[in-house]
């Protein structure tokens, strides 16, 4: 599945290509047919699952799509997420999605002066994101009109509960016009916000990303996409900004580990190899030096790697990715255990990539990534 099997309108394809987006994340794939069919949508996704380009891209299709007399700047999208920085997020990201429109998108929170905001709606916008606080402040004071809104996004709506923000939410209800889209997101779905999404929604097709596997929050995880060739140099470069963590490091096969440790000791870093052609004295040696703190890296292949058992790993580095994504779960929750925070980095080289997508399905979370080239 790619994004052109989703329908997706040129211009748009255009910027998901600049942001080398190729494939599309689970809630992408079940929501967007969903909202550019026009139905009311029930999305239960979290954040890192990619549901902001999920409400994103059907709503700008929309209105790039409207025949020109109906393109005057009025708002026709009103998107509410309940924290400042969700709303400068979701803003960027339709700075992204429709760069090669002619749509103008606004956002507005509290806490800072409304001067240059209300100087924003003055001059027009087609898609407002806005947090509930500001957006009724600015309704009061008659600096925005809701008429001719046509879609509505209430994202986070069970943080939006947690927040109080619900009362806020129930008071601009009433105030946006009878007929529109409601696409509507919550990562729970207690009955509080059941019962919201029952009274504002009418027949919504219901998307549900549940991860299979969950990743503790606790793990801070990053992608480098990166040549194989290139894969050593990166390590040592990551090593050397940290020069005091201990690391465990994953390679698919024993071969690759004994290489990656002889670099690694060649580059000065204190550094051992456990594998299953090791004895059980290596590794236990190897296993106690790494513990006391005497050795610092310690690389492992997947069935060695299962007598480790440190309380504070911080770091986890996948020189490989696994051949099965639960095989990943495993091997970052060795970090960020028992409330510790912790990191977790891979390294995807291009054969690797599909990987990538069997990871993020499992886990229902899109991984933050960095291209690295030569
Ligand atoms: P969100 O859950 O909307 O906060 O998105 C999480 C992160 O995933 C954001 O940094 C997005 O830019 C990124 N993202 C969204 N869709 C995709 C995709 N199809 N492929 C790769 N990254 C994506």
């Known amino acids: 599945m790619t994004f052109k099997d989703l329908n997706i309108s040129e211009p748009i394809l255009k910027a998901l290509l600049n942001k080398k987006y190729e494939i599309p994340t689970p809630i992408q794939e079940k929501a967007i047919p969903v909202a550019l069919s026009g139905q009311d949508l029930l999305g239960i996704a979290q954040t890192g699952t990619g549901k902001t380009a999920a409400f994103a891209i059907p709503i700008i299709q929309h209105l790039s799509q409207l025949p020109f007399n109906d393109r005057k700047r009025e708002i026709k999208a009103l998107i509410i997420t309940p924290t400042r ?6 803003d960027e990201s339709f700075a992204d999605y429709a760069g090669f429109t002619q749509l103008r998108h606004t956002v507005i929170f509290g806490g800072v002066s409304q001067k240059a905001q209300v100087d924003a709606l003055r001059r027009g916008t087609d898609i407002l994101i806005a947090t509930p606080g500001r957006l009724l402040d600015l309704i009061n004071q008659r600096y925005i009109s809701l008429n001719h809104i046509s879609h509505f996004v209430l994202d986070e709506a069970d943080r939006m509960l947690d927040m109080g923000f619900i009362h806020d939410i129930k008071r601009l209800l009433p105030m946006l016009p009878a007929k529109k889209q409601t696409l509507f997101f919550s990562a729970t779905m207690p009955s509080a916000i059941d019962s919201l999404a029952r009274s504002i929604l009418h027949k919504p097709v219901k998307v549900e990303v549940t991860p299979v596997a969950s990743v503790v929050d606790t793990i801070e995880q990053h992608l480098y996409f990166v040549e194989k060739q290139q894969k050593s140099d990166l390590l040592i470069s990551l090593l050397k900004e940290d020069l ?28 051992e190899a456990i594998h299953g052609n090791k004895t059980q004295g290596a590794r236990q040696r ?3 030096n790494f513990k006391s703190g005497a050795t610092r890296v ?18 986890v580095i996948n020189y490989d990715l696994p051949d099965v994504a639960e095989t990943y779960v495993h091997r970052i929750g060795r970090t960020g255990r028992a409330g510790n925070t912790g990191t977790a980095l891979s390294f995807c080289s291009q054969d690797e990539r599909l990987m990538v997508r069997d990871i993020q399905r499992l886990t229902g979370r899109t991984l933050k990534s960095t291209m690295i080239r030569n």
């Open 298 to 315: 310690i690389v492992a292949t997947d069935i060695a790697a299962r007598g480790i058992d440190i309380a504070d790993l911080k770091m």
């Open 286 to 288: 190897a296993l106690t």
């Open 85 to 90: 920085e969700l709303a400068i997020q979701i």
């Open 244 to 271: 005091d963590k201990s690391v465990l490091v994953f390679s698919r096969t024993k071969h690759g580990a004994d290489k990656i440790a002889r670099t690694l000791t060649r580059k000065g870093i204190d550094c």
